[in-house]
């Protein structure tokens, strides 16, 4: 392949991505050496002062069922019937991996402001997602009031650390479609 076929195909990739929700994951999740590979891509944000605001950790294998077991428990703290508390241990369960995101954010930082350090949260998480897609896999970013439940926090987070989320990941079952419809690229991009 030359380098420009090379460089539409990348550009091309990075277009096709959207999210897939965890009904439509199966297996095979990311393998070890896949993770690393996204988390290096993660790393490749742009990180005013170097500070690297963020962090992952992997949900696999019997931790989807501690998980499953937290997220019971803040579903019956936050007053959801059984059966809803169910429905919530199962979004543990369903998806073949997931990796929370953890932002560690320096709120007294002398150079990099919060937001900029969020905006490297963000742009990690996207990159992250980015080469999970090109190495074949699907996933979607979660959040919702669990990331605020105190004892899922506590398991996660140390201190000065905040819970973003959950990434979903496996293979897409089928090839589906963007939720949204996105403008073209002339809607954000104009002449100053
Ligand atoms: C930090 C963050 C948290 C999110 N939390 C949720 C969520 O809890 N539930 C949900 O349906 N979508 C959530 N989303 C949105 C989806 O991850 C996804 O971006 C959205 O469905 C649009 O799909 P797309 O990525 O294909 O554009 C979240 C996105 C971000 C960046």
Not at 19 to 38: C, I, N, T
Not at 102 to 131: K, Y
């Amino acid at each position: 392949m030359s380098t420009a076929d090379a460089r539409s195909s990348i550009l091309a990739n990075l277009n096709s991505r959207f999210s897939v929700g965890a009904k439509h994951l199966a297996e095979p999740a990311p393998s070890p050496q896949d993770l690393q590979g996204m988390a290096q891509a993660a790393l490749r944000a742009p990180d005013h002062a170097g500070l690297v605001p963020f962090r992952f950790a992997i949900v696999r294998g019997a931790a989807r069922e501690r998980l499953a077991d937290l997220f019971e428990q803040a579903a019956v703290q936050a007053g959801k019937t059984a059966d809803e508390a169910v429905l919530d241990r199962r979004r543990a369960l369903e998806p073949p991996l997931l990796v929370a995101v953890i932002a560690r954010i320096d709120t007294g930082h002398p150079v990099a402001s919060v937001h900029e350090q969020w905006m490297t949260v963000g742009g990690a998480l996207t990159n992250f997602l980015n080469a999970a897609h090109a190495l074949g896999y699907a996933g979607k970013m979660l959040s919702g009031a669990k990331v605020r439940a105190a004892p899922i926090v506590a398991a996660f987070c140390g201190p000065g650390e905040s819970l973003v989320g959950w990434v979903v990941m496996g293979t897409a079952r089928k090839i589906g479609t963007p939720k949204f419809q996105k403008p073209g690229p002339d809607e954000v991009l104009r002449d100053w």
